[in-house]
Nanobody
């Protein structure tokens, strides 16, 4: 059973930066597609970014050019570097993973088998 644990969230001012981390255990990390989703209060979970085992990356249009996803297979960790943060980025950020996800399914939460508990990011205005 794969477990994912996020960290790195917090309170930041507009224009600031944060780096989120997600550590995985219990699976063959290097084979997984890892993704970040976010959820604002009362809203649907939203795709943010993903990185495949090949290190190919995918981003939501709303974060392109501001957020960068990366992975360190030696540390079983995926990162989300978030720059130029805005109040609209305030949300709980969740890490997700799956071994068999296909390219067209990457932005859709229902295709991920494993989830972390989330870490809160708050951007103050």
């Amino acid at each position: 059973q794969v477990q994912l644990v996020e960290s790195g969230g917090g309170l930041v001012q507009i224009g600031g930066s944060l780096r989120l981390s997600c550590v995985a255990s219990g699976g063959t990390f290097s084979r997984y597609t890892l993704a970040w989703f976010r959820q604002r209060p009362g809203q649907e979970r939203e795709f943010v970014a993903a990185i495949r085992y090949s290190r190919t990356t995918h981003y939501a249009n709303s974060v392109k050019g501001r957020f960068t996803i990366s992975r360190d297979n030696a540390k079983n960790t995926v990162y989300l570097q978030m720059n130029s943060l805005q109040p609209d980025d305030t949300a709980v950020y969740l890490c997700a993973g799956d071994a068999g996800i296909i390219l067209s399914s990457i932005p859709y939460q229902e295709h991920y088998d494993y989830w972390g508990q989330g870490t809160q990011v708050t951007v103050s205005s």
